[in-house]
Structures are given as C-alpha cells and as structure tokens.
T-cell receptor
Framework: GAVVSQHPSWVICKSGTSVKIECRSL??????MFWYRQFPKQSLMLMAT?????????EQGVEKDKFLINHASLTLSTLTVTSAHPEDSSFYIC???????????????FGPGTRLTVL | QQPVQSPQAVILREGEDAVINCSSS?????VHWYRQKHGEAPVFLMI?????EQKGHDKISASFNEKKQQSSLYLTASQLSYSGTYFC???????????FGTGTRLKVLA
C-alpha cells in the first residue's frame, strides 16, 4: 500500500514557541491532504484540508492563524503550530487520499502521527 | 457533522462476537473502517461503497446501508489482537472531506 510519513514522531516544546510538522506522501502524489488532531480517548477531529497550490480549508473552530498549513508540493504538506500553549498538546495525524485505479473511491493513507507536548 | 458510533465501549471474552454501528446524518458515498491501537495511527480495515455493499475478510466483515446512512462492523470469534478503538470514516456524496466517527473502544479478554 501507499506510504505516508510524518516528522517528527514526537516533539516537546516550551509554551510560546512554534512547531512545524511535516507530512509526506512517499510513493504517490497528493493534491489534497488532511490534518487531524486527537485528544486522549477521543476521536480524530478534522482540523483542515490542505490543498496543493492553494489555501487550506479550515474546519469551524480551528484558528487559521494559529495552525498554519502549507502544501508546497504534491508530496509535502506542513502544519505549523504557532505560539503553542499547553492546550495544544495533542496527537496530530495527517492523511492523504489516493484514488483507487479501478473505482472512484478514495482510500485514505495515514501518517504515523506526531505527539506534541507543550510545557 | 461527525458520524455517531455505538456502542461507545464493549468488553468481550475471546471467541465472542461484537457488532459496531456507525450512523451518519448526511448522505454517504463510502464508509471506511479503521482500528487504532493506543498511541498509533489508525489502521485501515476495509472500505464499503454505496450500493448496499457487504464485505469481509477473515472474521471481520461490514455492511453499508446507504438509504439509512448506516454501516455496521461485525467481529466474529474475537481475538485478543482485536482490542483497540474502532472508527468509521465517512466521505459524503459530492464532498472530498473525510470525517471520522465518534469511536468504539473494544477490549477482548482472555
């Protein structure tokens, strides 16, 4: 199957600093990628849709100025958490859809996730 | 709007069966099922497309009723490795957006 990588796998930072998380599709091109956030014992909540060559689409309640998304190429999307605070500590996961060759459905391929801890 | 799963949690003995339901308030184009172990990313189990499809492999199967906007995951003769949190993922008709359900925590005991 297709592979999506994330970097870093975990990060600890001080309050007020910015953290960048990278999501790469290693063996296919992804014009769209999704960013999710998951708090302990909760579901994955869609934060935003990253679009290559255009602005990201944010879900209601997600601050676009705080969570900067850049989709610079067909294989890379980055999420930057600016001025991070302890309440931003969470598990961040990206996914990239790839259309099946014989049908029009999209299978989602997930990165391994990044655990962010803000002190 | 996030699909609702039921039950929220279930505890089984090894060898018992379980059913997890996923219900959406919006029209669905497809339903995906995932299992997530603690601290890991979700692992894809299967996808069902509209058309009343049923699918399965090994002892895990699923059905999709597009008219009712519901899907069910069936786990038969559960194994210890089935423990984890199960999520349905839905892609609405005419939308590229992918949303996860509320999740069902499943624990299989020896």
């Amino acid at each position: 199957g297709a592979v999506v990588s994330q970097h870093p796998s975990w990060v600890i930072c001080k309050s007020g600093t910015s953290v960048k998380i990278e999501c790469r599709s290693l063996d296919f091109q992804a014009t769209t990628m999704f960013w999710y956030r998951q708090f302990p014992k909760q579901s994955l909540m869609l934060m935003a849709t990253s679009n290559e060559g255009s602005k990201a689409t944010y879900e209601q309640g997600v601050e676009k100025d705080k969570f900067l998304i850049n989709h610079a190429s067909l294989t890379l999307s980055t999420l930057t958490v600016t001025s991070a605070h302890p309440e931003d500590s969470s598990f961040y996961i990206c996914s990239a859809p790839r259309t099946s060759g014989w049908s029009s459905y999209n299978e989602q391929f997930f990165g391994p996730g990044t655990r962010l801890t803000v002190l | 709007q996030q699909p609702v799963q039921s039950p929220q949690a279930v505890i089984l003995r090894e060898g018992e069966d379980a059913v997890i339901n996923c219900s959406s308030s919006k029209a669905l184009y497809s339903v995906h099922w995932y299992r997530q172990k603690h601290g890991e990313a979700p692992v894809f189990l299967m996808i069902l497309l509209k058309g009343g499809e049923q699918k399965g492999h090994d002892k895990i199967s699923a059905s999709f009723n597009e008219k009712k906007q519901q899907s069910s995951l069936y786990l038969t003769a559960s194994q210890l490795s089935y423990s984890g949190t199960y999520f349905c993922g839905t892609e609405g008709t005419g939308t590229y957006k992918y949303i996860f359900g509320t999740g069902t925590r499943l624990k299989v005991l020896a």
